[in-house]
């Protein structure tokens, strides 16, 4: 019987860096059969709402995810099955038809603001991490990310934050800092926390 693979949950508030955090372990084992699923995958398809109903949707709020269709796919993945993973379209706020094929490996690194929120989730992780960053920090990370990927306006960036954004992170996404094995301040540029969780995992992979 194969090696169940490790998951890694890596969580945070948006522009905390933990997407950073979790391409620092990808890239530290780059001949490891090791892979990110991101949880923004699994936004619920929208197709059934009118355009103007899919852009008032709170992206940061639990019930904006199919979490349990990312459990089950987690599940076949940890039974050494392959899984055909949703790919979101964020100019028409909703599930494109598009999808990728993941295949089973040793390590999963499961990134997302609220991949600690959801009990049946964090019971299938190994190591769970919560990467802390100051929120004006945070703040800042998100208007450049968005107006230079995404083309939103400064304005609009702003709204959102102050509206939805900080609000669901005090509501939902702090609280599961109490879940977490190690809380990382300031994500990458801590590279002692990065190093002890790299170590931790090269001696899951390598326990000889």
């Known amino acids: 019987m194969a090696k169940k693979p490790i ?19 990808l890239s530290n084992f780059p001949d490891a059969r090791i892979a990110m699923i991101e949880h923004d995958s699994y936004y619920k398809d929208q197709s059934h709402l009118t355009f103007e109903e899919r852009v008032t949707t709170n992206y940061d709020h639990p019930l904006a995810f199919d979490t349990a269709f990312m459990i089950e796919h987690l599940n076949e993945l940890i039974a050494g099955r392959p899984v055909d993973i949703p790919i979101y379209d964020y100019t028409r706020h909703t599930r494109s038809r598009q999808s990728y094929r ?42 450049k990310r968005d107006m230079q990927e995404r083309g939103r306006s400064l304005d609009s960036i ?21 879940y977490a094995d190690i809380v990382i301040p300031e994500g990458v540029s801590n590279t002692v926390a990065i190093d002890l969780i790299n170590t931790k995992v090269a001696s899951i992979l390598n326990p000889n």
Request: proline share 4%.
């Open 158 to 178: 702003i709204e959102q934050y102050m509206t939805v954004v900080k609000p669901m992170y005090h509501q939902f996404i702090e609280p599961t800092k109490r």
């Open 7 to 25: 998951i890694i949950g890596v969580t945070g508030g948006s522009g905390s860096g933990k997407t950073s955090v979790s391409r620092a372990i």
């Open 102 to 143: 993941q295949e089973p490996q040793d390590v999963f690194i499961v990134e997302g603001i609220l991949v600690l929120e959801d009990r049946r989730l964090r019971d299938l992780m190994d190591i769970k991490l919560f990467v802390d960053t100051d929120d004006d920090i945070r703040l800042i990370r998100r208007i």
